[in-house]
Nanobody
Framework: QVQLVESGGGLVQPGGSLRLSCVVS????????MGWYRQAPGKQRELVAT???????NYADSVKGRFTISRDYAKNMMYLQMDSLKPEDTAIYYCHINSAGLLYWGQGTQVTVSS
């Protein structure tokens, strides 16, 4: 059974930074896509960034140039470095993996950007 656990959320002022972490446990296939999604109150869940098993990354236009997704293969970790945060980045952030068509989600971590 694959499990994803996020951490690193919190309250930050506009312009600040946070780094989210996601630890992956369990067996995943060698071909996968991992990513971060977020859901703000009253809105649908949306893609933030993804990274493939081959190392290709993709970002939502709203976070390009501000967020960076990365992986530590040795530690089975995935990260989302978030810089220049804006109030509209406030949401619950979820870790996600698509492993050969099998989908897994973490429980989410709250990010609040406010002065």
């Amino acid at each position: 059974q694959v499990q994803l656990v996020e951490s690193g959320g919190g309250l930050v002022q506009p312009g600040g930074s946070l780094r989210l972490s996601c630890v992956v446990s369990g067996r995943i296939f060698s071909s996968y896509v991992m990513g971060w999604y977020r859901q703000a109150p009253g809105k649908q869940r949306e893609l933030v960034a993804t990274v493939t098993s081959g190392g290709m990354s993709n970002y939502a236009d709203s976070v390009k140039g501000r967020f960076t997704i990365s992986r530590d293969y040795a530690k089975n970790m995935m990260y989302l470095q978030m810089d220049s945060l804006k109030p509209e980045d406030t949401a619950i952030y979820y870790c996600h993996i698509n492993s050969a068509g099998l989908l897994y989600w973490g429980q989410g971590t709250q990010v609040t950007v406010s002065s």
